[in-house]
C-alpha cells in the first residue's frame, strides 16, 4: 500500500519562502505523474503544479515563475519549492501520485500561512 506524508508547511511572511516535502513509501508503480494541489479556507481544491513521468513539469499560472515541483525517485520524495510568496498562496498543500491505470493516492496535506 502506497503511502504519502507532506511536510514543511508553517508560516512565512510575504515575499518569503518555503520548501514543501513529500514522502512515498510502499510500492510506486514505475508510470506515475506526481501533482501538487492546495485548498485555500473556503475554496475547492485546485492544481499547483505536476510532474510528469518523464520529467517534464506543468504549473498553474498563480504560481508559475515562483514555484518549483521536483523529485528524487531514489528517495522515493517529492518537493514543492516556493518563493515569493504572497498571502494568496496560503492554504493546505497536498501532493497526489497517479496513473492511468486507475491508481491514486493522496497526502494529508501541510498547512502553509503567508502572513500579509
Known amino acids: 500500500q502506497v503511502q504519502l506524508v507532506e511536510s514543511g508547511g508553517g508560516l512565512v511572511q510575504t515575499g518569503g519562502s518555503l520548501r514543501l516535502s513529500c514522502a512515498a513509501s510502499?510500492?510506486?508503480?514505475?508510470?506515475?505523474?506526481i501533482d501538487w494541489y492546495r485548498q485555500a479556507p473556503g475554496k475547492e481544491r485546485e492544481f499547483v503544479a505536476r510532474?510528469?513521468?518523464?520529467?517534464?513539469?506543468n504549473y498553474a499560472d498563480s504560481v508559475r515563475g515562483r514555484f518549483t515541483a521536483s523529485r528524487d525517485n531514489a528517495k522515493k520524495m517529492v518537493y514543492l519549492q516556493m518563493s515569493s510568496l504572497k498571502p494568496d498562496d496560503t492554504a493546505v498543500y497536498y501532493c497526489k501520485l497517479s496513473n492511468t491505470y486507475g491508481f491514486e493516492v493522496w497526502g494529508q496535506g501541510t498547512l502553509v500561512t503567508v502572513s500579509s
Open positions: 510532474i510528469f513521468t518523464g520529467g517534464g513539469t
Open positions: 510502499g510500492n510506486i508503480p514505475s508510470i506515475v505523474v
